[in-house]
């Protein structure tokens, strides 16, 4: 067996310790599930306050029969890899800790996914830990998968900034976005967004957005048939959006009557001419390679554009696009199903391009068809 076929034989084979933190909750759920099938995982701790104490399956009804259960955030094990499911906030005073008990740290919460203390304190609260912004290491891995090698702490993205940048990216690189707009990660040092492209990013979510806890706006009766906005301007996951892309964007948020999914529809007017071939050359050119996105534009049935209920349950993103040459504009269409690519999957998807494993270990399923409210 030659050097590199006994390397991938190696990382095929190499098993690695997790626990996670927040394991109560939705995303924790989520990442709970898929490190328990993952080849390379073995799961050894989940925390949760609440439910100390409890088995995972009592919580997770999908965990039935998982002897796991839940300890207390204060007695962490050490691990290879941490993830943490907990609330704005929580990982950053608890950063230390948490570096201490594991190799590498995955943090779900927005804690480190911006580049300087000056935007927490203009998009949050300020931040507690800043020192560590320049260690950790944005994990959308089809933006940043060259830097997650070396991380010690991966900061997976947003579930709306991920929906609106897989969208948007490959029109930022190809340039039309604007001249200025290449290159658009430069931003990641925390400098001001520039001009260029006028963009409209208009997002729909699913209830599961707000979190296990949810609140008096998450209940079924307020939930059920809407079509809400709830952050009409001023959205925290602009901050993200705006960093990677180098240029400002219109955001909006709804929420709408489903359980699982974001459904980001963008409207780009370009500075100049586009053609259908320069488009499709953009994004066959930043996505052909990828093992998650699909492309989704304009097919025949009745899944011509990309839609949550396709990728419900599934680390997938489907990003599609329709040229409207009469108004000069570009309408990029971007479903992902928000606990999985928007938060868990996308996290492990991270680490293992972080530890060497094969990017798609336990995050194969492909969904279900036909399938209920996502």
């Known amino acids: ?25 939705f995303a924790g759920g989520e990442l709970l599930r898929l490190l328990d099938g993952h080849p390379n995982v073995e799961l050894v701790q989940a925390t949760s306050r609440e439910y100390a104490g409890k088995s995972i399956g009592g919580v997770h009804p999908n965990l039935r029969g998982r002897e796991l259960r839940f300890s207390e955030p204060s007695a962490l094990e050490s691990v290879d890899v941490l993830f943490t499911a907990t609330p704005h906030g929580i990982t950053m005073e608890h950063v230390e800790e948490y570096t201490d008990a594991a190799d590498l740290l ?3 919460s927005a804690d480190f996914r ?9 998009w949050y609260d300020g931040h507690t830990a800043p020192e560590y912004l320049e260690v950790a290491e944005y994990a959308l891995p089809e933006l940043n998968r060259e830097n997650l090698g070396d991380a010690d ?32 990660s430069d931003t990641s040092s925390g400098g001001e967004p520039r001009d260029g492209a006028d963009v409209v990013v208009d997002v729909k979510v699913g209830s599961s957005e707000g979190g296990a806890g949810g609140g008096a706006a998450s209940s079924h009766a ?10 009409p301007t001023g959205h925290r996951h602009e901050a993200e959006i705006e960093q990677w892309l180098g240029l400002s964007v219109s955001f909006t948020c709804h929420a709408v009557d489903m359980v699982r999914g974001a459904s980001a529809t963008c409207h780009v007017f370009p500075d100049g001419p586009v053609s259908k071939k320069e488009l499709w ?42 040229l409207d040459p009469g108004n000069e504009r570009v309408v990029v269409f971007s479903a992902i199903d928000n606990v999985m690519k928007g938060s868990a999957g996308q996290a492990v998807h991270a680490a293992n391009v972080a ?6 270990a336990g995050l194969e399923f492909a969904g279900l068809h036909p399938v209920g409210s996502p």
């Open 1 to 25: 067996m030659g050097t590199t076929a006994a390397a991938d034989a190696d990382a095929e084979t190499e098993t690695v310790t997790a626990g996670v933190v927040g394991g109560s909750g």
């Open 106 to 108: 995955v943090d779900l």
């Open 114 to 122: 911006l580049a300087t203390e000056g935007q927490y304190d203009e």
């Open 153 to 184: 702490i991966i900061a997976s993205g947003g579930c709306n900034a991920t929906a609106t940048l897989l969208g948007l990216k490959p029109l930022a690189d190809a340039g039309v976005l604007g001249s200025e707009a290449q290159g658009a």
């Open 222 to 231: 307020e939930r059920s048939g809407v079509v809400r906005p709830y952050a």
């Open 281 to 322: 050359t953009a994004y066959r050119g930043a996505y052909e390679a990828e093992p998650f996105v699909r492309l989704v534009a304009g097919g025949s049935g009745s899944y011509r554009y990309p839609e949550p209920k396709a990728v419900a349950g599934t680390n997938y993103a489907d990003v599609g696009f329709e």
């Open 355 to 360: 530890l060497g494993f094969e990017e798609t």
